[in-house]
């Protein structure tokens, strides 16, 4: 008996670490939550940018329009949980951001 045990608990493990394997491939992004305040929105934008190139946001660059806020923070909070390397708590940002799954990117402005 503790040796079918054994071979189902390996055979579920072996489950678990593809299941986990799986979603460490989809590709996830990191926006500003929508009931994040301006205040907050700023400091994660000062922060993310004092730690990553946020060149894309300023003013005639792919991403600097629409220019507001929520837009900011969003691609620049996602530029640091991708440099980070998309770890949840790369996206936490004092619980003002969410991880996504699908691809915020607009018009010419592709997160990355």
């Not at 926006?31 to 700023?42: D, F, G, I, R, Y």
């Not at 507001?68 to 909070?77: C, D, E, G, K, R």
Request: proline share 3%; with cysteine.
């Amino acid at each position: 008996m503790a040796k079918a045990t054994l071979i189902i608990f390996l055979f579920l493990s072996h489950i678990s670490v593809g299941i986990l394997v799986l979603a460490n491939e989809q590709k996830t992004w990191c926006v500003a939550k929508p009931s994040s305040n301006e205040k907050t929105l700023q400091e994660n934008i000062n922060y993310a940018c004092s730690q990553v190139d946020c060149r894309i946001l300023q003013k005639g660059c792919t991403c600097s329009s629409p220019d507001n806020l929520m837009n900011h923070a969003s691609i620049a909070m996602n530029l640091y949980y991708q440099a980070k390397g998309r770890n949840h708590w790369n996206c936490h940002f004092g619980n003002s951001a969410l991880v996504v799954l699908t691809d915020p990117s607009y018009g010419s402005c592709i997160y990355e």
